[in-house]
C-alpha cells in the first residue's frame, strides 16, 4: 500500500504547489492527494484512516499538520488499540514549519524527510483539545490570535511571513483583551496574552516555552500582563528573539488543564497550530491519547 501524502498546494504562499513534482518523484513513490482547501485535510485524514492507511503524512506547513491530526484524532479517539492508530509523518513545505523543527525533522530536505518516514521511527507526543479541536505544538489567546485573524490568505501571499509583522504593528495599536486563566485549586491569574506551549517552539528559531517537553502530561502556559501597545511589543520581541526570561511582568507556568476566559463584554479569538480557532471561553485539555509522529 503506498503512503498517503495529503500535500497542501497554497501552504508557504502556494510555493509548495512547485514542490509536489518533487513529492511524486520520493521513492518508493508515494500516493499524492491535493488538499481543496480549509478544512479538506482533516476530511481526506479521516477518510484514509477508514480505508484502512495507518500512517498519512502531511505535506504543507503547520496549518496542515493540524488539519491532518484533527482528521486522525477522529478516528483514534475511537480506537482504543494503541497499534492500530494511524500515525503521521511530516514534509515541511509551509512558511514556518515549527512542528517539523521541533521535532528534530531535517529541514526542508524532503528526500532525507521521506526517508525517515520510510524507516517509520515512532514517537509519542502529548496531544491536547481546545474545546473541540486538537493541537500538538502551540496556541495563543489575544493578540496573536487577532494577527492571525486579520491577516488575509492574500496577504500572506504576496509578503509571506512578514504580512504577521505588518498586521502586528496595526493589532496592537486596538485596545488590548482582558483574560483571566482559571486552574482548579488557585487563584486566576490575569493578562493581555496567554502563549500555550506544547513543545519548547513557537514561531522563530529561540525557544520560547524553554521548561516545555512535548511527552510530560503539560502545557507551559506564558501570560503576559501588560496592555499598552509599546509593552505588548517589547513583550513580542522579546518572545522572538530573548525568550521569556528577558521581559517582566508575566507568569511562567505549567497545567494539565486550564481555562481562559475573556473578562470583557467581547469575545476574544484563539489560534492553535498558527491557525484560527474559536472564541473564549475556551477549555485547555488532554486529548486522552498520545500522537504517534514518524521521526
Ligand atoms: N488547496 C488549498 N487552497 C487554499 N488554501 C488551502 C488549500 N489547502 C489547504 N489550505 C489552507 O492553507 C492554510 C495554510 O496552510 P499551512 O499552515 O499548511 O501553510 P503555511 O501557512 O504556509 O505554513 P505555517 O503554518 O507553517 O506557517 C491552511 O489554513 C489550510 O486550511
Not at 96 to 104: C, I, K, Q, S, Y
Not at 200 to 209: K, L, S
Not at 214 to 222: C, P, Q, S, T, Y
Not at 232 to 241: G, N, T
Amino acid at each position: 500500500m503506498a503512503i498517503p501524502v495529503l500535500i497542501n498546494p497554497a501552504a508557504n504562499s502556494t510555493k509548495a504547489a512547485g514542490q509536489v513534482e518533487r513529492v511524486r518523484r520520493l521513492s518508493p513513490a508515494a500516493e499524492v492527494l491535493m488538499t481543496e482547501g480549509v478544512g479538506s485535510a482533516t476530511r481526506m485524514a479521516l477518510d484514509l484512516a477508514q480505508q484502512g492507511h495507518r500512517l498519512v503524512v502531511a505535506a504543507g506547513g503547520d496549518g496542515t499538520v493540524n488539519e491532518v491530526i484533527n482528521g486522525l484524532a477522529a478516528f483514534n479517539a475511537k480506537e482504543p488499540d494503541a497499534e492500530k492508530q494511524v500515525k503521521i509523518g511530516i514534509l515541511p513545505v509551509g512558511t514556518m514549519n515549527v512542528m517539523a523543527f521541533e521535532l528534530g525533522l531535517p529541514g526542508r530536505d524532503l528526500e532525507a524527510c521521506w526517508k525517515v518516514i520510510q524507516e517509520g521511527k515512532v514517537r509519542e507526543v502529548d496531544l491536547w483539545m481546545a474545546n473541540d479541536q486538537y493541537f500538538a505544538q502551540l496556541a495563543g489567546v489575544g493578540l496573536d490570535a487577532e494577527i492571525v485573524q486579520q491577516t488575509p490568505w492574500e496577504m500572506k501571499r504576496k509578503f509571506g511571513p512578514l504580512s504577521y509583522v505588518m498586521t502586528a504593528a496595526r493589532v496592537l495599536g486596538q485596545e488590548a483583551p482582558l483574560l483571566s486563566v482559571e486552574i482548579e485549586g488557585r487563584p486566576p491569574l490575569f493578562g493581555s496574552i496567554v502563549l500555550v506551549g506544547n513543545g519548547r517552539h513557537y514561531g522563530g528559531p529561540v525557544p520560547v516555552f524553554r521548561q516545555a517537553n512535548n511527552a510530560d502530561g503539560l502545557l507551559d502556559i506564558v501570560i503576559f500582563h501588560k496592555r499598552r501597545p509599546l509593552e505588548v511589543f517589547q513583550f513580542l520581541s522579546a518572545m522572538a528573539f530573548d525568550g521569556y526570561e528577558a521581559c517582566e511582568d508575566l507568569d511562567y507556568l505549567q497545567a494539565r488543564e486550564f481555562r481562559v476566559l475573556s473578562q470583557q463584554k467581547q469575545e476574544v479569538p484563539y489560534e492553535l497550530d498558527g491557525e484560527l480557532g474559536k472564541t473564549t471561553p475556551v477549555v485547555f485539555k488532554p486529548a486522552g491519547f498520545p500522537l504517534r509522529v514518524v521521526v
